[in-house]
Structure formats: C-alpha cells, structure tokens
Nanobody
Framework: QVQLVESGGGLVQPGGSLRLSCATSGFTLDYFAIAWFRQAPGKEREELSC????????YYADSVKNRVAISRDKAKDVVYLQMNTLNPADPPVYYC???????????????????????WGKGTLVAVSS
C-alpha cells in the first residue's frame, strides 16, 4: 500500500524559505510520479510541481515556477519541495500526492489536470508571519 508522509512545515518569516519533504513507501515499481499541492481554507488544492520518477522530469505551475524547486532522493525514497520567497498570502497547507499509471502521470505532471487516482499524504502546515 502506497503511503506518503509530509514534513518540514513550520513558521517562517516573510521572504523566507522552507524545504518540505515527502517520504514515500509501498511502491512496488519505479513507475510513478509525485506532485506537491497547496491549499487555502475553503479553496481547492492547487498543484505546484510534479516529478516523474521514471525519467526525473520536473514540471512547475507558472504561478510558482520562479519560487519552488522539486527534487528527489531515490536512495531515501523522498521527494522535496524547496520553497523560496514565502509570503503571508501563500496558502498554508501543503500536500504531496502520488499516481502510478501512465494516464494519471500524464494528466498530473504534463497537464496539471485533476486526477482522481491520487494517493494523498496528510499534509504539512506552513505559516508565514513576522
């Protein structure tokens, strides 16, 4: 069973940086993709970035592509999201999600479309405040 656990959230000052981690387990094959999302209260989750584990290709939403970087440590089964220049208007809850079929990978990574086969972590909270 695939499981995802986010960590690395916390309090950061405006303009600061954080690196979030998504620890993954339960994948029986290397054929999957991981994406990071964020969510504001009462709003839908917004996809920020995606990494295709098959080839390492990365994808970014235009809204954040200059402020975030996704990476992976295959030996540790962890996917990271480096976030810079955080501001109080950024949605506070961050989730990682995984898919492991070709169509879902295409939709989530290359097209940034909603996918109903995502396995979710429970999220981590980021508070930006002085």
């Amino acid at each position: 069973q695939v499981q995802l656990v986010e960590s690395g959230g916390g309090l950061v000052q405006p303009g600061g940086s954080l690196r979030l981690s998504c620890a993954t387990s339960g994948f029986t094959l290397d054929y999957f993709a991981i994406a990071w999302f964020r969510q504001a209260p009462g709003k839908e989750r917004e996809e920020l970035s995606c990494i295709d584990n098959n080839n390492g290709e990365t994808y970014y939403a235009d809204s954040v592509k200059n402020r975030v970087a996704i990476s992976r440590d295959k030996a540790k089964d962890v996917v990271y999201l480096q976030m810079n220049t955080l501001n109080p208007a950024d949605p506070p809850v961050y989730y990682c999600g995984a898919v492991h079929d070709a169509l879902s990978i295409l939709r989530m990574c290359a097209e940034f479309r909603a996918v109903d086969t995502i396995t979710w972590g429970k999220g981590t909270l980021v508070a930006v405040s002085s």
